[in-house]
C-alpha cells in the first residue's frame, strides 16, 4: 500500500535541494544492488489515509499523548496547523520550518536528527474522546460510539499512562528519527498542550508488510502472524478504515486507534515449561507453526483433537481466543511494540512488555475482542493491562493546504 | 580493532550448525556488492581485552546494575560461569545453552531474538568497587585508587540510579538483542543477584571506529569529534588498558568504566538562541566544526582571538574545557549514548538526555576531566548528573575454559 520515495538523507538536504523534485533521485547508484539501505526511504506524508496505520511497520516507536492546556479553538487549530507542517518536514528528513541558521533566535528543530536519513518515519494523530467536550465546540462531531475504554478484564491501569486529549505515534526504523519527531511536536505545541505520557516502543512485534518477518514478543513468541496485511486493501476497508459511517466524515478513510501498555511478567513466564507456554500461545515457540501445522503461516485447525481426543490448539489458548474465525470474523490490525522501562521499584522485576496498537474501523472491535480474551486466555496469567487510551485518527492530509483534522474543524 | 566474523543468524543456527566451523560462510552471497547488512555481523567474545570497549560503538545500549543477594563466593563464582557462557553463546547469535527444546522445562533462553542476527552484539562486565568488602573475600585485591566516585560538580545523584556490585553493557545494532543479553543475564543471576537499575539508550552519541559518523547528542551537537579511535593502539595503551600497574593483575588489559546518567533540560536549552548554544559548545552546531574551523575534524585553535580581541573559543565552552590539550594531555574513550525514560512528573518535562560512558586505565582521569568541566563548563546551565557508577571491567576472557574475572578470584 505504502509507495515510497528513494533515500533523501536530511544532511542532502541542507545544501537546499529540498524544493528540488526528487524523483530524479530514485535508484541511483543502486544499480545492480539488492537494495537500498533498509529504513532509508521516505514514506510520503500526504495521502487519502494518514501514513503510520496501513504502512509496513517500522522497526522503533515513540509515542506522546498530550492535554491540551488552552482552552481556545485558535490555538489548537494553530498547533495543527504547525505540526502538520513539521510533521511533513520530518516524514521527508527535513528540518522542521521556521527559522534555523539566523544566530539570533533559538533554531526552529532542535537539530539531534541532522545527517540522519528520513528513516520511513511515519507521524500519526488522533484525538481523544475528552477533546470533544465543551472547551472546542467539538461535541456536535463526537461519533455516539468513540468515548473512553470501558473497564475490561485483565486492566489495572495508571492514570498517568491512561487517556490523553491528542495522541502522536511516531514510526520510524531510526529510534532517534521517532524521538525527535514526538519531540519537536511537544515543543511546538508549548503553551497549547503539555505531554501527558510518553512511550518509546524498541522492536516492532507486528508486521503489516507482505514480506516483513513476523517478530517475537518478550514471551519469545510470534504473536502477529495472522494480521491484516498492507495489500489487503478488501480487510482493510472491512475492519480499519472509517467509510461512510453517519455523521463523522471526517472520519472518513480514518481510523481509531487502541493503545494499550501491556506488562507482561516475564519472570514468572520464564519459569514455566516449554509445553505450557506453547498450549498458552497455542503455537510452537520456536518455528511459530500453530499447534496444528508445520510452518507459521499455516492456517490454525481448531477443530483437530489429538490421539487422546483433546483438542491440539486448547480451548483457551491465546490464538484461538483471538482468531477471526472464533470471533464472527471480527478482525482488527495490530502495530505493537516491545518496551522495557527499567525496573518496577516495588518487585524488582523488569517493567517491560507490550505497547499494543491496533487500528479498527470502530473501537467496539478491540473491546469485542478483548472482552473475548481478557475473561478466558490463558496468557492472562502473564499479563496485565496498565495503560490505556483511544484515539479517533482523521482522514488523511491531501497536500500543504491542509491540516491534520481540518474536516473535523470546518465540518 | 575489532575483527569481524561472517554474518551468522540465530535462526540459520537452530538447525544444528552452531558446532560447525563458521570460516566457510564468510562473504558468501556478497560479492560484487558493497557490503553487508550493516550490524549483521559477530564481534568476537574471547580475546586479550573484553569486547565493548575500544569496538566500534554499535548503535544501542542495553545497561544494567546488579546487586550480590549471596554472600556465598562460590555462588558469585558460580553466576560468573554462567553469565560468561551465555554471553559468549549470545554474541554469536545462538541460544543461551542449556536445555531449550524438551517440553517439560523452562527454555534456557527467553526466545525474543531468535531469528536476529548476532547485531554486533557486546557484552561487557565490570566489578563495583563494593563487591571487594568482607562478603567474598577480594578487599585484598581492590586497587587502592578503585572507590566510589567522589562527590562532583553538577551532580544530584539518585541512589536507585547509582551504584551497584556488577555492571554489565550489552551494545548491539539492534536494541532487542542488547535487551535480550540484559535480561537473560538477570534471570541467569536469580537467587544471586537482583537488578539494582537499568538504562537503555537509543542512539549512540560517540564513534570509535575510523569511518564511523559522529551522531549527535539530544542537543543537536556533534560532542564526540575527537574520541579515542579503535585504530590508535598509542592511545588506548596510554588512556584505556590498565597495563602493570601493581597490584591489579587481573586488570591488565582491562579497563575502569564511569557511567554518568546526564539528564539534559532540553526545554530550556531550545529555547536558546543559535550563537549561543554554539558558544557554549565551542562548535558550529549544523557542521560540527570547530568555531575556528570548517570542518568538523578540523583542530579547534584554542589561542585564536576575534576582530573584537576575544578568544574565538569561548574560555568556559565545553570543548575547551573537555579538550586533552587543555589538560595535561588526558584523554577518556567515551561510549554514551542518548536516552528518554518518559516524562518527569515534577515539571512535565522529557526525562531525557546522554548515558555518559567513558572508559579509562584509572577512574582519576574521569574525575580530573569533570572536575575542570563540572566547575566552569557552561554547559552546566543545561544538564544535571543523576546518576553514577564506577565499574573495574577486568582483563579479557581468553577462550571457553575460562570465565569472567577468573585471575580476581584465583589472585
Not at 500526504?46 to 491540551?68: I, K, M, N, P
Amino acid at each position: 500500500m505504502t509507495l515510497r520515495g528513494p533515500r533523501v538523507s536530511r544532511r542532502g538536504l541542507l545544501g537546499g535541494a529540498a524544493g528540488l523534485g526528487l524523483a530524479g533521485v530514485a535508484g541511483a547508484g543502486l544499480a545492480g544492488c539488492a537494495s537500498p539501505a533498509p529504513g532509508a526511504q521516505t514514506v510520503p506524508f500526504y495521502g487519502e489515509h494518514q501514513a503510520g496505520v496501513s504502512t509496513d511497520v517500522q522497526d522503533r516507536l515513540a509515542f506522546a499523548a498530550f492535554d491540551v492546556t488552552s482552552a481556545d479553538r485558535s490555538d489548537l487549530i494553530g498547533m495543527l496547523r504547525t505540526w502538520t507542517a513539521a510533521a511533513e518536514a520530518m516524514t521527508r528528513g527535513v528540518r522542521v520550518p521556521g527559522e534555523s541558521d539566523a544566530q539570533q533566535v533559538p533554531p526552529a528543530d532542535t537539530g539531534e536528527a541532522i545527517g540522519l536519513p528520513p528513516s520511513e518515519l511515519t507521524v500519526t494523530i488522533g484525538f481523544g474522546p475528552k477533546l470533544f467536550d465543551q472547551r472546542f465546540g467539538l461535541a456536535p462531531h463526537k461519533p455516539p460510539q468513540f468515548t473512553d475504554l470501558p473497564d475490561l478484564p485483565g486492566a489495572i491501569l495508571d492514570p498517568t499512562r491512561t487517556g490523553g486529549d491528542i495522541g502522536i505515534q511516531a514510526c520510524a526504523n531510526d529510534p532517534a528519527v521517532a524521538f525527535h519527531a514526538v519531540r519537536n511536536l511537544a515543543r511546538l505545541g508549548k503553551g497549547t498542550a503539555v505531554t501527558r505520557w510518553t512511550q518509546l516502543g524498541f522492536g516492532r512485534t507486528s508486521s503489516t508488510g507482505t514480506n516483513q518477518q513476523t517478530e517475537r514478543n518478550l514471551m519469545g513468541f510470534k504473536d502477529g502472524t495472522r494480521n491484516i496485511k498492507s495489500n489487503d486493501g478488501q480487510a482493510l476497508d472491512e475492519f480499519v478504515w472509517v467509510g461512510d459511517e453517519a455523521g463523522q466524515r471526517w472520519m472518513k478513510g480514518g481510523s481509531y486507534l487502541v493503545a494499550r501498555r501491556i506488562r507482561m511478567f516475564v519472570e514468572a513466564w520464564d519459569r514455566d515449561v516449554l509445553s505450557d507456554q506453547e498450549s498458552v500461545f497455542g503455537r510452537e515457540k520456536y518455528t511459530g507453526a500453530p499447534l496444528t501445522g508445520k510452518d507459521e503461516f499455516d492456517t490454525p485447525d481448531f477443530a483437530a483433537r489429538g490421539p487422546d481426543g483433546e483438542l491440539v490448539i486448547p480451548e483457551r489458548a491465546h490464538v484461538r481466543l483471538a482468531a477471526f474465525e472464533n470471533n464472527r470474523g471480527l478482525r482488527i490490525l495490530r502495530r505493537g511494540y516491545s518496551f522495557t522501562d527499567g525496573i518496577d521499584p516495588e518487585t524488582s522485576d523488569l517493567d517491560a512488555g507490550l505497547f499494543f496498537i491496533s487500528y479498527q474501523r470502530d473501537p467496539m472491535q478491540f473491546i469485542t475482542l478483548q472482552r473475548s480474551l481478557g475473561s478466558r486466555d490463558r496468557l492472562n496469567e502473564y499479563v496485565r493491562h496498565v495503560g490505556s487510551a483511544v484515539f479517533a485518527c482523521p482522514t488523511g492530509v491531501p497536500d500543504a493546504t491542509h491540516y491534520w483534522g481540518q474536516p473535523l474543524f470546518e465540518a
